[in-house]
């Protein structure tokens, strides 16, 4: 294609999907991208080791379909390693097998991603699907449901993952930086790599719901909840990817150095360490300080694990300055030997930090005491106390030199609006749901996620049987993004009133969404539902 | 898919197709369309199997076209399905009532109205019924138990009246009539029957004894 053709037509899209032996799903799947209203597309399929389905491929008869067949069965990562190596888009999106985009879901986030934001991935939000299963094979449509829709969250997407893959388009050479897929992990790979794509650039969230995933009723034959069952093998998973630095630069990622202190080896450093290594999220390189003797002695495979050789007669402030040398790092914490370390530890006082960068301070974890002291403080502003002070201790140094140290109040904390939103379904399970709707309400004022939150409050609301409240929401969701949770709301309220025609054609376009979507959005009407009652 | 799900999502809704198909039937039904709710009920019926309201529906649908057999049949696979489900005894007495089997509509309203005192359908099939067969005996006790949770509802308390009047408690019938009235002066019935009871009243003090 010539590049004016190309201009015209938009930039190419490699869309990347993986099989293994289910051609039914991927013969669905395979439409949905083939009937996209975006048509620079390249469409690569991996048939993972799976059962010839080269009459499949054959039969769509699209130029834009690359079919790579593979006899050998070697997992999800290769096979997008796979499709990434022969990918020619300036973007790339993925599908699973068994899930189906809507027509408008590769022009939704091209448009996104061309659009003046300076974001290189966007990703827009699907519903998923609870279905049941026939003996043919088929299925039948419980219901359809958008469980998360969420604005992006990096620090968040450092804890775990809330992206779905499938929802994603990202620039292709944004994979140069990251790098390719981790083929040793067998569950998580989504996650891995949105982490990682995260260190580089914003996200753009299009609150439009493009596409659909499927969950099937009862045991799910996906491979990645077979393997969840395996806990030890799910941490080991997830404690990889926490511990995966891609190479620097980082653009959109500050990195911390953990400066561990301790006289001699012993089995309690062994302890920490692997307590830090299960306990921490946020990117960091462990630093441990030790006389040449006692690291030849060091057993440890532990990743982002560096030992600097120090004199053992070296007081520990000194240790620290050798350290700092060598540290290339935003922010510096400061542990010692036994510290207890447990969830949020070290990145409560460092989210603390990073969102208060005015004026000289540092953050003690909440279980530093005058023993075991511990703190979180800028690279810059401890070289400052230790030039200015090299003669007193870490702690002392950093006061002489005016660095105020505290604990992160409650309100400095991470993950506000996930505590509020524990806060609201707590409330739901309790039976109290017009103060669920109340809270998510308020989330939605104060915090990001509105639409989500008011989705949510609608529903609290109508269980609350405040029907004022709920009939308000729903009616001004549905007008702009209506979902079958909404319309469906909206439509028992209208019968509770007796408006039985509004509760039909309510009904009837929630209906279509859960029966034939694809239908429904390429002969969508001028109105919404909302605004054809205004009409009539 | 990895990610994260809040709490929500362990109780997911897997009946919302199945709600919603049952509330376009009941919508559909409501203004008249009978053909279009039939369909919505077998869809739903075919989502949810263990569910009564679909079946309930569907004999709804049949009395209206007065296929009686297959409304028994919807209904009594209603009942089968939850034998707690009072709109299935209530449509049983219903299709009884339309066979004229006014002994066995009877015995469904009244077991519908044990399971739900609401049921304005049960109500006055009962008191419908019980005309029919000359005995009122409990109905005047749902009547009754209606109006303490729907005081007001004149298609209730009319009745009532009557029950009342035809018992002999005629000052009890008086009053109810009059609340009729004040809420609806143009309720012909309730103007004519309190005539009839103000007449037998006036007739009834004439006769009682004057003392000095």
């Known amino acids: 294609m010539t590049k004016n053709n190309e201009k015209k037509a938009g930039p190419l899209v490699s869309v990347l999907i993986p099989t293994f032996n289910r051609p039914k799903y991927l013969s669905i799947a395979l439409a949905s991208v083939l009937r996209q209203s975006y048509r620079n597309l390249q469409i690569i399929v991996v048939n993972d080791g799976g059962k010839d389905i080269c009459d499949l491929i054959y039969s769509f008869d699209d130029p834009r379909l690359i079919y790579i067949n593979r006899k050998e069965n070697q997992g999800k990562p290769f096979s997008l390693n796979e499709a990434l190596n022969r990918a020619d888009g300036k973007y790339v999106a993925y599908l699973d097998d068994d899930d189906l985009y809507y027509p408008n879901h590769i022009e939704t986030l091209v448009n996104a991603l061309e659009s003046k934001t300076g974001c290189q991935v966007a990703y827009s939000d699907f519903y998923k699907t609870y279905c049941r299963i026939s003996s043919d094979g088929r299925r039948q449509i419980l219901s359809k449901v958008v469980q998360v829709s969420r604005d992006f969250d990096r620090f968040f997407m450092l804890l775990f993952n809330h992206v779905l893959h499938v929802c994603l388009m990202h620039r292709r050479d944004l994979i140069d930086k990251t790098g390719t897929y981790n083929e040793k992990l067998n569950v998580l790979i989504d996650w891995d790599i949105t982490r990682r794509l995260a260190f580089f650039t914003d996200f753009h969230h299009v609150c439009e719901i493009t596409g659909e995933y499927y969950h099937p009723e009862g045991e799910s034959d996906r491979i990645s909840v077979q393997r969840r069952k395996d806990k030890n093998e799910y941490l080991r998973n997830v404690l990889t990817i926490r511990t995966t630095r891609p190479s620097k630069p980082w653009p959109k990622m500050k990195d911390l150095s953990i400066i561990f202190l301790t006289d001699r080896l012993n089995k309690q450093i062994g302890n920490t360490i692997k307590s830090i290594w299960q306990h921490t999220f946020f990117p960091y390189k462990l630093y441990l300080p030790l006389p040449e003797s006692d690291i030849n002695r060091l057993n440890s495979d532990m990743s982002n694990l560096i030992t600097v050789p120090i004199n053992p007669s070296t007081p520990q402030s000194n240790q620290i300055d050798t350290v700092l040398q060598r540290c290339d790092s935003e922010y510096i914490a400061i542990v010692p030997n036994g510290f207890p370390i447990k969830d949020m530890w070290i990145e409560n006082p460092l989210y603390a930090l990073m969102n208060n960068p005015d004026g000289r301070r540092g953050y003690e974890p909440a279980s530093s005491t005058n023993e075991l002291w511990s703190a979180v403080i800028t690279k810059e502003d401890l070289q400052f106390a230790r030039r200015s002070f090299p003669n007193l201790s870490v702690s002392e140094s950093l006061k002489a030199a005016g660095i105020i140290l505290k604990h992160p109040e409650i309100e400095e904390l991470p993950f506000q609006f996930d505590n509020l939103l524990g806060q609201a379904l707590s409330a739901e399970k309790e039976g109290d749901f017009s103060k669920a709707g109340q809270m998510y309400e308020y989330i939605a004022e104060n915090h990001q996620n509105e639409l989500w939150m008011q989705r949510l409050a609608a529903k609290a609301f109508f269980k609350a049987a405040d029907y004022t409240r709920a009939a308000e929401l729903s009616h001004n969701l549905n007008r702009q993004w209506p979902t079958v949770d909404t319309l469906l709301l909206q439509a028992k309220i209208k019968r509770e009133n007796k408006d039985f025609n509004s509760a039909i054609e309510l009904l009837k376009t929630a209906e279509q969404i859960l029966e034939n979507p694809v239908r429904h959005l390429s002969g969508s009407t001028i109105f919404s539902p909302a605004q054809t009652l205004e009409h009539q | ?212």
């Open chain 2, 1 to 212: 898919m990895d990610i994260i799900q809040n709490n929500a999502d362990q109780q997911h809704d897997s009946t919302q197709h199945y709600e919603t198909l049952q509330e376009m039937g009941d919508c559909l039904a409501s203004v008249g369309d009978y053909k279009q709710a039939q369909e919505c009920y077998e869809k739903a019926a075919v989502l949810a199997p263990d569910a009564p309201e679909p079946y309930v529906g569907l004999g709804v649908v049949a009395l209206q076209n007065n296929q009686l057999d297959d409304a028994e049949i919807a209904f009594k696979i209603a009942c089968r399905l939850d034998a707690n489900c009072a709109k299935a005894y209530a449509g049983l007495g219903m299709a009884a009532q339309q066979r004229t089997d006014y002994k066995q509509a009877f015995e469904m309203y009244l077991k519908c109205l044990e399971l739900d005192t609401d049921n304005l359908i049960a109500l006055l099939g009962l008191f419908q019924a019980s005309c029919q067969m000359g005995s009122f005996e409990k109905v005047t006790h749902y009547l009754e138990v209606y109006l303490n949770m729907h005081p007001g509802d004149t298609s209730v308390m009319f009745p009532l009246a009557a029950l009342y009047m035809k018992d002999g408690r005629l000052e009890e019938s008086k009053k109810v009539l009059q609340d009729v009235l004040s809420l609806d002066q143009n309720h012909k019935d309730a103007a004519d029957l309190l005539e009839e009871v103000q007449h037998i009243l006036a007739q009834e003090s004439q006769t009682e004894p004057q003392t000095q």
